[in-house]
Protein backbone atom coordinates (compact mmCIF):
# COMPACT_ATOMS: atom_id res chain seq x y z
CA UNK A 1 0.00 0.00 0.00
CA UNK A 2 1.03 3.66 -0.42
CA UNK A 3 2.49 5.39 2.33
CA UNK A 4 1.54 9.03 3.69
CA UNK A 5 1.97 12.15 1.73
CA UNK A 6 4.90 13.82 2.90
CA UNK A 7 4.84 17.26 3.45
CA UNK A 8 7.63 19.40 3.53
CA UNK A 9 6.87 21.52 6.34
CA UNK A 10 7.14 24.78 8.80
CA UNK A 11 4.93 26.45 11.00
CA UNK A 12 3.63 29.07 9.04
CA UNK A 13 0.24 30.16 7.57
CA UNK A 14 1.44 28.32 4.12
CA UNK A 15 2.15 24.86 5.77
CA UNK A 16 -1.11 25.33 7.79
CA UNK A 17 -2.67 25.70 4.72
CA UNK A 18 -1.66 21.83 3.56
CA UNK A 19 -2.23 20.12 7.20
CA UNK A 20 -5.74 21.69 7.17
CA UNK A 21 -6.44 20.22 3.77
CA UNK A 22 -5.39 16.58 4.64
CA UNK A 23 -7.00 16.76 8.14
CA UNK A 24 -10.46 18.02 6.06
CA UNK A 25 -9.73 15.64 3.66
CA UNK A 26 -8.99 12.35 6.11
CA UNK A 27 -5.38 11.94 4.32
CA UNK A 28 -2.82 10.39 6.08
CA UNK A 29 0.07 12.44 5.93
CA UNK A 30 4.01 13.06 7.80
CA UNK A 31 5.31 16.27 8.79
CA UNK A 32 9.04 16.55 7.22
CA UNK A 33 10.36 19.73 8.84
CA UNK A 34 12.45 22.03 6.55
CA UNK A 35 13.59 25.22 8.80
CA UNK A 36 13.63 28.11 6.97
CA UNK A 37 15.78 29.86 9.38
CA UNK A 38 18.52 27.48 8.94
CA UNK A 39 18.16 27.52 5.22
CA UNK A 40 17.25 23.85 4.77
CA UNK A 41 15.20 25.09 2.32
CA UNK A 42 18.19 25.43 0.05
CA UNK A 43 19.26 22.23 0.24
CA UNK A 44 19.68 20.02 -3.25
CA UNK A 45 17.13 17.35 -1.80
CA UNK A 46 14.77 20.09 -1.61
CA UNK A 47 15.46 22.23 -4.75
CA UNK A 48 14.56 19.17 -6.57
CA UNK A 49 10.94 19.27 -4.88
CA UNK A 50 10.72 23.02 -4.31
CA UNK A 51 12.86 24.77 -7.19
CA UNK A 52 11.51 28.03 -5.88
CA UNK A 53 13.45 27.21 -2.53
CA UNK A 54 9.85 27.99 -0.58
CA UNK A 55 8.18 25.53 1.50
CA UNK A 56 5.32 24.20 1.52
CA UNK A 57 5.65 20.94 -1.00
CA UNK A 58 4.43 17.88 -0.75
CA UNK A 59 5.25 13.96 -2.36
CA UNK A 60 2.53 11.97 -2.89
CA UNK A 61 3.67 7.98 -3.12
CA UNK A 62 -0.31 7.71 -4.48
CA UNK A 63 0.10 10.30 -7.43
CA UNK A 64 -2.08 10.15 -10.64
CA UNK A 65 -1.47 6.71 -12.24
CA UNK A 66 0.04 5.01 -8.96
CA UNK A 67 3.02 6.78 -9.81
CA UNK A 68 4.88 9.34 -6.85
CA UNK A 69 4.44 12.79 -7.60
CA UNK A 70 6.13 16.00 -5.82
CA UNK A 71 4.54 19.56 -5.78
CA UNK A 72 5.48 22.81 -4.64
CA UNK A 73 3.31 25.73 -4.18
CA UNK A 74 0.30 25.83 -1.75
CA UNK A 75 -2.63 26.80 -4.32
CA UNK A 76 -1.10 24.01 -6.54
CA UNK A 77 -0.93 21.33 -3.94
CA UNK A 78 -4.38 22.20 -2.17
CA UNK A 79 -6.08 21.42 -6.11
CA UNK A 80 -4.41 18.88 -6.58
CA UNK A 81 -5.31 17.45 -3.39
CA UNK A 82 -9.14 18.63 -4.29
CA UNK A 83 -8.93 16.86 -7.32
CA UNK A 84 -7.55 13.55 -5.83
CA UNK A 85 -10.10 13.00 -3.05
CA UNK A 86 -13.17 14.86 -4.78
CA UNK A 87 -13.76 16.75 -1.86
CA UNK A 88 -14.06 21.26 -1.30
CA UNK A 89 -13.26 21.38 -4.53
CA UNK A 90 -16.46 21.53 -7.00
CA UNK A 91 -16.71 19.49 -10.00
CA UNK A 92 -19.18 21.57 -11.48
CA UNK A 93 -16.83 24.14 -13.96
CA UNK A 94 -18.79 27.35 -12.76
CA UNK A 95 -18.58 26.62 -9.10
CA UNK A 96 -15.10 25.59 -9.04
CA UNK A 97 -14.10 28.62 -11.39
CA UNK A 98 -15.50 30.53 -8.39
CA UNK A 99 -13.09 28.68 -5.89
CA UNK A 100 -10.13 29.00 -8.42
CA UNK A 101 -10.43 32.71 -8.37
CA UNK A 102 -10.16 33.11 -4.37
CA UNK A 103 -7.34 30.94 -4.23
CA UNK A 104 -5.72 32.82 -6.97
CA UNK A 105 -6.99 36.29 -4.98
CA UNK A 106 -5.19 34.68 -1.77
CA UNK A 107 -1.93 33.60 -3.40
CA UNK A 108 -1.29 36.88 -5.32
CA UNK A 109 -2.70 39.53 -2.97
CA UNK A 110 -3.77 38.71 0.86
CA UNK A 111 -0.38 36.15 1.06
CA UNK A 112 2.13 38.09 -0.06
CA UNK A 113 1.04 41.44 1.44
CA UNK A 114 0.41 40.49 4.32
CA UNK A 115 3.53 39.27 4.80
CA UNK A 116 5.34 42.59 3.59
CA UNK A 117 3.15 44.23 6.71
CA UNK A 118 4.73 41.59 8.74
CA UNK A 119 8.23 42.74 7.47
CA UNK A 120 7.88 46.16 7.11
CA UNK A 121 6.48 46.43 10.74
CA UNK A 122 8.95 43.89 12.60
CA UNK A 123 11.82 43.30 11.12
CA UNK A 124 12.71 46.13 8.40
CA UNK A 125 16.24 47.96 9.68
CA UNK A 126 15.83 50.16 12.46
CA UNK A 127 18.92 52.51 11.46
CA UNK A 128 18.77 56.03 10.47
CA UNK A 129 19.05 56.42 6.76
CA UNK A 130 16.25 53.18 6.51
CA UNK A 131 13.58 54.87 8.74
CA UNK A 132 11.55 56.84 6.26
CA UNK A 133 11.58 53.92 3.82
CA UNK A 134 10.92 51.30 5.94
CA UNK A 135 8.30 53.92 7.54
CA UNK A 136 6.29 53.68 3.90
CA UNK A 137 6.72 50.62 3.92
CA UNK A 138 4.85 49.59 6.65
CA UNK A 139 2.03 52.54 5.86
CA UNK A 140 1.72 50.96 2.04
CA UNK A 141 1.42 47.37 2.97
CA UNK A 142 -1.28 47.63 6.15
CA UNK A 143 -3.48 49.64 4.05
CA UNK A 144 -3.02 47.36 1.10
CA UNK A 145 -3.92 44.33 3.53
CA UNK A 146 -6.93 46.49 5.35
CA UNK A 147 -8.06 46.94 1.43
CA UNK A 148 -7.94 43.49 1.30
CA UNK A 149 -10.08 42.54 4.34
CA UNK A 150 -12.52 44.96 3.21
CA UNK A 151 -12.94 43.05 -0.11
CA UNK A 152 -13.18 39.86 1.65
CA UNK A 153 -15.74 41.27 4.15
CA UNK A 154 -17.93 42.36 1.24
CA UNK A 155 -17.92 39.22 -0.24
CA UNK A 156 -18.75 36.96 3.09
CA UNK A 157 -21.80 38.57 3.72
CA UNK A 158 -24.41 36.85 3.81
CA UNK A 159 -22.44 33.71 3.20
CA UNK A 160 -20.91 31.23 6.28
CA UNK A 161 -17.56 30.68 3.35
CA UNK A 162 -15.91 32.84 0.80
CA UNK A 163 -17.83 30.81 -1.90
CA UNK A 164 -21.05 29.62 0.51
CA UNK A 165 -19.93 26.15 1.12
CA UNK A 166 -16.59 25.46 3.19
CA UNK A 167 -14.52 25.24 0.08
CA UNK A 168 -10.39 25.13 -0.83
CA UNK A 169 -11.02 28.94 -0.38
CA UNK A 170 -11.47 28.89 2.95
CA UNK A 171 -8.23 26.70 4.24
CA UNK A 172 -6.26 29.23 1.84
CA UNK A 173 -7.33 32.45 3.50
CA UNK A 174 -8.03 31.53 7.23
CA UNK A 175 -4.23 30.57 8.25
CA UNK A 176 -2.93 34.17 6.91
CA UNK A 177 -6.20 35.86 9.28
CA UNK A 178 -4.69 33.90 12.48
CA UNK A 179 -1.32 35.26 11.97
CA UNK A 180 -2.34 38.99 11.81
CA UNK A 181 -0.77 41.40 13.91
CA UNK A 182 -3.55 44.34 15.34
CA UNK A 183 -1.26 47.31 14.85
CA UNK A 184 -3.20 49.74 12.53
CA UNK A 185 -5.27 46.51 11.98
CA UNK A 186 -8.91 46.01 13.71
CA UNK A 187 -10.81 42.99 12.42
CA UNK A 188 -14.21 44.22 14.77
CA UNK A 189 -14.03 46.94 11.72
CA UNK A 190 -14.54 43.58 9.71
CA UNK A 191 -17.57 41.54 11.19
CA UNK A 192 -17.78 39.44 8.15
CA UNK A 193 -14.44 38.30 8.26
CA UNK A 194 -14.52 38.24 12.48
CA UNK A 195 -17.58 35.71 12.17
CA UNK A 196 -16.03 33.74 9.26
CA UNK A 197 -12.60 33.74 11.52
CA UNK A 198 -14.59 31.83 13.89
CA UNK A 199 -16.56 29.55 11.85
CA UNK A 200 -13.13 28.31 10.49
CA UNK A 201 -11.63 28.04 13.74
CA UNK A 202 -14.43 25.84 15.12
CA UNK A 203 -14.23 23.34 12.91
CA UNK A 204 -12.67 19.91 14.43
CA UNK A 205 -10.12 19.17 11.12
CA UNK A 206 -8.85 22.85 11.56
CA UNK A 207 -8.39 22.41 15.77
CA UNK A 208 -6.67 18.98 14.95
CA UNK A 209 -4.35 20.98 12.27
CA UNK A 210 -3.66 23.63 14.80
CA UNK A 211 -2.34 21.46 17.46
CA UNK A 212 -0.37 19.49 15.48
CA UNK A 213 1.21 22.47 14.41
CA UNK A 214 1.38 23.34 18.32
CA UNK A 215 3.14 20.12 19.17
CA UNK A 216 5.55 20.62 16.07
CA UNK A 217 6.37 24.08 17.04
CA UNK A 218 6.92 22.82 21.05
CA UNK A 219 8.95 19.75 19.63
CA UNK A 220 11.59 21.82 16.92
CA UNK A 221 11.67 25.79 17.32
CA UNK A 222 13.90 26.13 20.49
CA UNK A 223 15.77 23.25 19.43
CA UNK A 224 16.52 23.92 15.86
CA UNK A 225 16.06 27.48 15.18
CA UNK A 226 18.69 29.48 15.32
CA UNK A 227 19.12 33.17 16.94
CA UNK A 228 16.88 36.15 15.02
CA UNK A 229 20.17 37.77 13.28
CA UNK A 230 21.46 35.03 11.82
CA UNK A 231 17.61 33.76 10.79
CA UNK A 232 17.06 37.03 9.16
CA UNK A 233 20.34 37.19 7.43
CA UNK A 234 18.89 33.45 5.76
CA UNK A 235 15.13 34.67 5.23
CA UNK A 236 15.85 38.27 3.92
CA UNK A 237 17.86 39.65 1.01
CA UNK A 238 18.46 36.24 -0.82
CA UNK A 239 19.57 37.03 -4.25
CA UNK A 240 19.50 33.96 -7.26
CA UNK A 241 21.93 31.04 -6.36
CA UNK A 242 23.27 29.28 -9.29
Given amino acids: MPGP ?7 TPNGHKITIACEEMGLAYEIRPVNIGRGEQFTPQFLAISPNNRMPAITDPDGPGGEPISIFESGAILQYLGRKTGQFYPADERARVKVDEWIHWQMANLGPNAGQRNHFRNYAPSIVADQRQAAYGAIRYTNEVHRLYGVLDTQLKGRDFICGDFSLADMMSWPWMTARTTVALDIDEFPNVKAWCARVEAREAVQRA ?9 SN ?3 QSPAGAAARSVLFNQRARR
Fill in 221 to 223: LQA
Fill in 5 to 11: IEIFYWP
Fill in 210 to 218: MARARDFAA
